[in-house]
């Protein structure tokens, strides 16, 4: 079950710039579009959804792109900082079920 | 600030033997999931369950597995006969309303099974 891949196991930006990280779906049902940031032995912390029916949501130093027609999304901080360093991961839902990415290790380094 | 418990933390059985993992969750929410993420993998999701039911379920939560909200605090996931491939890290979660409509859902710190 590849519904949602996330292609960037890791990623390393210096403190201060954007971190871009990626996310490319498969089913054109899916509902909303959430991130999750998670910490070593430590449960995910949501961190910002997007509807399917928006192309841009913002919260704080972190915004949320939605290209639909390419089945991709997007997830960019700005500006980075040390503790955003993190798995983050990408998820989808159907309804109450949900898909996630395999997630994208981010370094901020400083 | 309110948080999902999970215990225990972690869990080593022999396989073949149940196992009832337990959750606490926020206490004014209303849906209820069970996640499970294998050493190295994905964040794979089970089944979400509202109104004393489930909701959804994965392909994953088969006749060995079930959920149960005993009471008014506890969620319980139940896996009857494990199996060496049920190790994992097993993630609880609550949302106010559904997660399904974009809104936050709050993960417990997770519970470490262990099947020899």
């Known amino acids: 079950d590849q519904q949602v891949k996330q292609n960037s196991p890791s990623l390393s930006v210096q403190e201060g710039r954007i971190s871009i990280l990626n996310c490319d779906y498969t089913?054109?049902?899916?509902?909303?579009f959430l991130w999750y940031k998670k910490y070593p032995a430590e449960g995910p912390t949501f961190l910002i959804s997007?509807?399917?029916?928006?192309d841009k949501n913002e919260d704080g130093r972190f915004t949320v792109f939605l290209n639909k027609s390419a089945k991709h999304l997007s997830l960019h901080i700005v500006p980075s900082q040390p503790g955003d360093s993190a798995v983050y991961f990408c998820?989808?839902?159907?309804?109450?079920?949900?898909?996630f990415g395999s997630g994208t290790k981010l370094n901020v380094k400083p | 600030e309110p948080e999902v418990t999970q215990t225990p933390s972690h869990q080593v059985t022999q396989m073949g033997q149940e196992v009832i993992l337990r959750c606490v969750p926020i206490?004014?929410?209303?849906?209820f999931y069970w996640y499970r993420q294998i050493l190295g993998q994905k964040v794979e999701f089970l089944v979400s369950?509202?109104?004393?039911?489930?909701?959804?379920k994965s392909e994953i939560f088969d006749d060995q597995f079930s959920v149960e909200r005993p009471d008014g605090s506890n969620f319980t996931l139940k896996i009857r006969s494990t199996k060496l491939e049920d190790s994992a890290m097993y993630f609880c979660?609550?949302?106010?309303?559904?997660?399904?409509?974009?809104?936050?859902?709050?993960f417990g710190p997770g519970t470490r099974l262990l099947v020899l």
């Open positions: 979660a609550s949302s106010v309303q559904g997660a399904f409509r974009g809104q936050t859902q709050y």
């Open positions: 089913n054109s049902m899916f509902d909303y």
């Open positions: 997007i509807s399917s029916i928006k």
């Open positions: 998820a989808a839902n159907n309804f109450n079920k949900f898909y």
């Open positions: 206490s004014n929410h209303l849906y």
């Open positions: 369950f509202y109104n004393n039911e489930i909701s959804e």
